[in-house]
């Protein structure tokens, strides 16, 4: 779709957010349809409160741990396809900063002058590494209930 559009930053961002938004809508069904047959939904219920009501207050607080986890597990994806097409050449336009150009625009100085490429690589190495770290001590901390 970059390729066919042209590279622009709002047409990175969407084809990225059209690649990603099925896996928070698979997270998101999949804990609705648990947690929609537990004893405080049937409450809510039968004291009369509306769908709407029952969405907002009830089933959304309860799946938000879920949805933030995958968040931070999709950011993570989100920034190395970004990198990984600023590289190709089909992400932002050259005066925008991003990883992935200035690993391509350091692959000829990489024989001469390793620290050039290494040290964008690094980076985004890091920035990954910290997000699903991140990702995953969320998990842990948010998803302690789910395994009593």
Known sequence: ???LVGSSLA???LTLGLLLWDRF????????MQV?????IAAARAAGASQVHILVREVLPNIANHLVVVATLEMALAILLEAALSFLGLGVPPPLPSWGLMIAEAKEYM???P????TPGVALFVLVLG????????????GADLRR
Do not use: H, P
């Open 1 to 3: 779709m970059v390729a």
């Open 11 to 13: 047409v990175v961002i």
């Open 25 to 32: 809508a698979v997270v998101a069904r999949t804990t609705t």
């Open 36 to 40: 929609r047959n537990l004893d405080y």
């Open 111 to 113: 024989f001469f002058s």
């Open 115 to 118: 620290w050039v490429i290494m």
């Open 131 to 142: 997000i699903n770290l991140l990702g995953d001590g969320l998990r842990d901390m948010l």
